[in-house]
């Protein structure tokens, strides 16, 4: 909280009452002029304490009508009441006078945005506009002059638009710039007037008159009249940011206009605002859109430009003001957000603004100004105004001028000891262990306080007062002069601050001993006490701490450099030690002196550096390695998200527990930092108080958290087992409602006890010990070592807590045995009700809802997902609204209920009308509004009306049949389309033939029986049993034909009717013997097959028979089956008898027949022939047996894929693979040899695909090869490679490949286990063999021909001399070969040779098969024979060469087999 100390002007003797105050823009200096009826009037300048400045005393002997600052000089304007204006310079402390021009009183005088010019007005409306140099005289003649006729009241200046910059534009001139010259060569840039420089210089403005009209003066000096008014404007505002024009009139009409950039104005707005007229109104501006008026009346009045709002603030009775006091005026600070208005009692009201959060609209109106303690001065208040600076407001009484100076409100507590400033010159002083309470008044403003048992020191910067308690007062003890701003005492050590050291001084003042810091260390001026020791930082972020235990002051710790231990911080604004002086807490300040949100402590034993971040809820905690360097570890404190974007404003240490501490944090608020010295301002909502356990081992550990009591307004401190706050002065008198204990507590201070003390606030020290060590080891999370703490505490409170504590940390069985301690009984019941929650989650929250923390149960169940219990938790808690949300999001399952049950509650309220629609959301209203309106019949009936709803219809029928009212009924009968009830109560009208339309038209079942119960009684027995046809009762319709013989309906009627009556009515024609086709039927659709079959054998009813057989199924009785299958037999009808021997599972006579008489197998006949494997009545032998038995029938018929399938079944593969080579079906061929996988079946497979044409398809050879392998029958595929050989020399000439195949045969076969060896041996030399023929041969054509074509030829000629080449090579290739070297050599009597002998060796050859056409022509055209006809080309098949992938990969498997 802040206090302001007044400051009386130290006026002249000479001068009179006030009349004018003006402060200057930006330096603290006030002028003051003063009216006197014996000198006439005179200016005088003071100094923000009221100080006099010297040689500035301006007297005239006409009184001041005006003054007027320089926007940044300190140059006065000063207009008279005899039009003279005089400029005063206080720093030259020079008078200059402007050229007479005014007769008439000064009104206005205004300078230009930029202070080069001043407006000058009178009461004759005569205008001038004056430019001045730096020292503020006249330079030259006005620039311009405008005579109005009317008493000019207010000038206003409009910004200048942004130009050109003037340095930039003056610097490219002088580079030469062509265009800069010419801008600044005023012929050429068209500025040929007076105001060469106007736009820059900004010398547009508007100016109002008596009259009510409003002038523009543009920057050319022209002038026109722009808006009117209905009578003299008393205010003028000009809206930048909307560029609009805001006048207040004398009748307190409002206008606003529109200003365009030309300077016409358009009006938008006109509205007259209440209050009384007659009296001179002080009206303020606030952030461009609020006005707020001071009109001598008891309420200010404001009026929002941009909502269209107003309302009023008045002053309370309860901080002290009068009632019926009026306010005469008002003045903003926009830094502060303080508004202040001074009243005709002489007191200062002040009303702070409540800071929106971003992105929320947050209070609106009235709400969002809070009344502070007003200061009481003296005599009528006529004029406010704030200073410069945020901290000065002049207040001017009509007697005498003041200046308030805003103080920071000093407090401190130490030692049980709090000291408290009221006013500027009363404390209150309280001694806590005693309960005793002083006020302490001095004769001095007092700047600052410290308190300890023994002495209470208070000084103002100049002095230094202690005072020590005697009996029921306190006494002086000692008073020196000193200027230390800040001041310590240790018992009887009083430790003040001078430049670059500490004195220690008796209470006399006497300095004992000096505690030096070097000019690199700085200045102290932070100073605190915390047990023996004492912590000292100086302006250059540097401190230092002392052990005072000793006679002297001894240095416990180093002198630190802030910026060394925390690179980049800004400053230090606040620092504390702990009770054992292990650690040093220090808030911390940005660059730009706004507060940080960082809090550094500083372990002196460790020599680390741990940083807690408010802002994130990170730890950075460094370690000093070097002096280079330093480690950082990072870790995550605050894992609440509502606990971050905070701000240090306060922090302390307990007094004797070392490791607990506490800070008061404000949230932080972008683009409005909060300032140490308003936090007390601040909204409650937003001050948070956080106490940490600080240990070494476990770091920092949140103890408690929880936002400032409103009552109270500042935290002084902490001491087990309370903190200690400063209280409100409006709350002063409540009690603290946490604080239980009996000791009454000082007003100004409250107190509330720590979280696990509530209860325990007058323990004795064993008990404060035991818990603290359980509040520690509940941060801990060591819920084991916390319950051994207290296990010896009875007190309820203490397991309370503990409880709690369970449900962050989720410790249910802990819980349990704090319940018990409790007595809690009903939640040990909810507990264990809640274990048959599945998720634990859940179950922590029934234990946080006994306890009354919702808010956490609410938290566990959202983070469960069972948003049902929350729908609860909620309902229970009366937060309807909520839990419809929840329902309607995440509860859809019980949305219904929700409705239901706030309508319920709504009902029980008394809210009728709202229950109701939530009674139809929950769509229980056709049973609960009736209810609910049984008494408001009328209501009632419209509402009925209104639903338009059948079921309320039929309801509000039933009641009105109930009332005897029939023809009302049957309308809503009607209505509700309940056709029985409108049959029923036409019946009981006897309006029966009436009710027979409606049943007939509707076909209503219900209907229909009322009806044909009706006609039943009345004999009418057709007309009965048509309506219990139509209502489906066949029964009664049956007993009613066969009570009175209507036969020819009641087969119909059995038909339709269920198999009860269809036995009835089979029953009853086999009784009467006549139409027993008809029982059959009956006995048949009733399915009772056997008395079916039993009375048409007996009956000789051989088509109804047929008929009772196809219904006949697996599960009907094997003896009727096989009775019917003989049927069957005896009739010619086989399939028919082989599907009822299979039903009845004789399988064996079905398989016969289907031999027998030649039927075919079908696929469904195989699969009923099958019998499970499971099945008991067959054994697996015989079973097998069966299915061979089936497969070899299959077989016969051709059905091979069937045989394949059941020799599977049988386990005979070899013969279903038999089978399906017969079938010819490749695909399933290679596809069953695959999963087979038997050395036979591949081989069969292989065999089977040889016979088929492999060389067109290259994937079927592939598989050969493959099965040949796996199967091995590794002289198979040898066999199958010498055809692969002979294919390559036959097909493609490729002698190539054949070698290659005939290779990978003489591998084969040389692997191979052959019966005869010396089969084996012959078969492996001819291999042999061929493979060298086809060698020599491959040599022969490639290699040595290009080596020696000679010896190529050569063996040539031996090869075709070689006996059996025909089985190895081809002869034709030979002598083609042969052909084409002579020809090619040009030996064509060689070639043609070869020709002949070819011819002769193959004479049913074509010789164009070995040697191509052309060469052959070529021959026979050299040697000039006739040519030969051309035989047409080979057609050539696929070659192996292109499936060498296949090939390589089969070689590969016979050398390592399958």
Known sequence: MALYFDHRIEAPDTVGSPSHIGWHPIHPLLAVASVSTTSGGSVDMYLEQGECVPDTHVERSFRVTSLSWHPTRLILAIGWESGEVVMFNKQDKEQHAVPATHTADVAILAWSPNGNCLVSGDRLGVLLLWRLDQRGRVQGMPLLRHEYGQPLTHCIFLLPPPGEDLVQLARAAVSGDEKALDMFNWKKSGFGSILKMGSQEGLSFFVSLTDGTVHHVDEKGRTAQVASTDSSIQTLFYLEQRGALVAVTDSLLLCLFTVTPEGTAEEVMKVKLSGKTGHRADIALIDGSLLVTAIGETALRFWDLERGENYVLSPEEKFGFEKGENINCVSY??????????????RVAMWRKTPGLPNSRGAEGKDR????????????????????????????????????????????????????????????????????????????????????????????????????PSGAMLRSAGSFLCESPVLAMHEENVYTVEPNRVQVRTWQGTVKQLLPFSESEGNPCFLDICGTFLVVGTDLAHFKSFDLSRREAKVHCGCKSLAELVPGVGGLTSLRCNASGSKISLLLSKADNSPDSKICFYDVEMDTVTILDLKTGQIDQREALSINGQETKKSQALEDERLTDLVPVS???????????????????????????????????????????????????LQDSFPRPPAFQMLLGIQVPHYYFMRKPGEA????????????????????????????????????????????????GDMDEAFRSIKLIKSQAVWENMARMCVKTQRLDVARVCLGHMGHARGARALREAQREPEPEARVAMLAVQLGMLEDAEQLYRRCGRYDLLNRLLQASGQWQRAIEVAERHDRVHLRTTYYNYARHLEASGDCSLALGYYEKSDTHRFEVPRMLVEDLQALGLYVNKMKDMTLWRWWAQYLESQAKMDAALHYYELAQDYFSLVRVHCFQGNIQRAAEIASETGNWAASYHLARQYESQNEVRQAVHFYTRAQAFNNAIRLCKEHGLDDQLMNLALLSSPEDMLEAARYYEERGEQMDRAVMLYHKAGHFSKALELAFATQQFAALQLVAEDLDEKSDPALLARCSDFFLEHGQYEKAVELLLAAKKYQEALQLCLEQNLTITEEMAEKMTVPKDCKELSEEARRALLEQIASCCMRQGSYHLATKKYTQAGDRLKAMRALLKSGDTEKIVFFAGVSRQKEIYVMAANYLQSLDWQKDPEVMKTIISFYT????????????????????????????????????????????????????????????????????????????????????????????????????????????????????GDLQTAYRYLEEMRRRLPSTNVSYYVSQHIVDAVHQGLGLPLTCAAPKRTRHNSVEEHKEADEEVAEEVESGP
């Open 651 to 701: 922090h302390f240490w307990d007094q004797s527990e070392p490791r607990l501490f506490v800070c008061e944090a404000v949230r932080e608020v972008p683009g409005a930092p909060p300032q140490p010295a308003d936090r007390s301002t601040l909204a409650e909502a937003d001050v948070l108080v956080l106490s940490f356990f600080v240990s070494e081992e476990h770091g920092f550990l």
């Open 369 to 468: 100004w809070t009344l502070q303690t007003p200061t009481e001065l003296e005599g009528n208040i006529t004029q406010i105004k704030w200073g410069s600076r945020k901290s000065l407001l002049a207040v001017n009484s009509i007697s005498s001028v003041l200046i308030l100076h805003e103080q920071a409100m000093s407090s401190h507590f130490h030692q049980q000891v709090a000291a408290v400033q009221v006013s500027p010159s009363l404390l209150s002083v309280s001694f806590l262990s005693t309960g005793v309470t002083h006020s302490l008044r001095t004769d001095m403003h007092v700047t600052g306080v410290f308190a300890t048992k023994d002495a209470v020191a208070v000084w103002n910067g100049k002095q230094v007062v202690i005072f020590e």
């Open 1270 to 1385: 796996k199967g091995r029958a590794l002289d198979l595929l040898a066999g199958f490679y010498d055809a692969c050989a002979q294919v390559e020399v036959d097909e493609y000439q490729n002698y190539d490949k054949a070698h290659g195949a005939l290779t990978e045969a003489y591998k084969c076969l040389s692997k191979a286990k052959a019966r005869s060896p010396l089969d084996q041996e012959a078969r492996l030399a001819q291999l042999q063999s061929r493979m060298t023929l086809v060698k020599r041969f491959m040599q022969a054509r490639s290699r040595t021909y290009v080596e020696d074509p000679k010896e190529s030829i050569r063996q040539c000629q031996l090869l075709l001399e070689e006996p059996h080449l025909d089985s190895s090579i081809r002869v034709g290739d030979v002598y083609g070969f042969l052909v084409e070297r002579h020809v090619h050599s």
């Open 333 to 346: 600070c926009k830094v502060k957000g303080l508004l202040a208005a001074g009243t005709d009692k002489g």
């Open 733 to 780: 008198n409540l009690e603290d409602q946490l604080d239980s204990g009996s000791q009454c507590i000082p007003q100004a201070v409250g107190r509330r006890p720590l979280r696990d003390f509530v209860g325990l606030e007058d323990c004795d020290k064993p008990t404060q010990d035991a818990m603290l060590n359980f509040s520690f080891f509940l941060a801990i």
